[in-house]
């Protein structure tokens, strides 16, 4: 599944719509709503407690129990999957990206601040930039992020981000659909030295946001 040409996108999360206005026609891929944003988001959706004082339950209760966890998502993008977070009770995160994708980002955090009940923080961040890693304050307990590997220039950059912002008992929540077969193949052997990989079966997804190629994975740091 491709990202639909409608200028605007919306998603429901819990009862709460989110509109998402989105320009594909930009130079920056992180200006348009891409699928695997719906497909996290929608994932935490079906599994994430009601409310944060129910009794967990379910395959992923306990990591998607927000309680009291700090949240950073990368390339956030149109914002689409760290407002869904939010609005799941993850109320600690901010939502970082390149700077000139931020105008489209802060744009939707403003056209959704009725249902998102707050301002949501915002923060610029390139991935091998250390002196803008070491300002979020790491570690988090999640790092969050969807579509994110594209560019196999940038992939060593990126596995080394989410490797100095997640916490060692921490997990990254990753929406992946394979964009480019040179930096997907990279990604994972970087991954592998890093991380212990969990694919989400398929039949764990939404089924509304069950898409082929698209899937959610699980990256925790190995001991």
Not at 35 to 51: E, G, H, I, N, Y
Not at 113 to 122: D, N, P
Not at 161 to 169: H, I, K, S
Not at 171 to 178: M, R
Request: with cysteine; charged share 25%; proline share 6%.
């Amino acid at each position: 599944m491709k990202f639909t040409d409608s200028p605007v996108v919306e998603l429901s999360v819990r009862g709460v719509d989110l509109s998402l206005q989105q320009d594909n026609g930009s130079m920056h891929v992180g200006t348009s709503v891409w699928p695997c944003s719906l497909v996290l988001a929608k994932f935490v959706d079906r599994w994430a407690p009601p409310a944060p004082d129910t009794t967990p339950h379910g395959p992923y209760s306990h990591l998607l129990d927000f309680r009291a966890r700090r949240a950073v998502e990368l390339g956030a993008g149109c914002g689409a999957a760290g407002m869904a977070f939010h609005l799941l009770g993850l109320t600690d995160i901010v939502l970082t990206d390149i700077a000139p994708v931020m105008p489209a980002l802060k744009h939707n955090l403003k056209r959704n601040k009725r249902a998102l009940g707050k301002a949501l923080k915002t923060s610029i961040l390139y991935w091998n930039n250390r002196e803008q890693i070491r300002a979020l304050n790491p570690p988090f307990d999640l790092v969050i992020a969807a579509d994110v590997v594209y560019i196999e220039e940038s992939v060593g950059q990126l596995v080394g981000a989410m490797e100095a912002l997640v916490a060692d008992d921490g997990a990254v929540l990753l929406g992946y659909q394979v964009r480019s077969p040179e930096a997907d193949k990279l990604f994972w052997e970087l991954c592998d030295s890093v991380f212990v990989i969990e694919k989400v079966p398929h039949e764990d997804l939404h089924p509304d946001y069950a898409y082929e190629e698209t899937n959610v994975y699980i990256l925790r740091k190995k001991k």
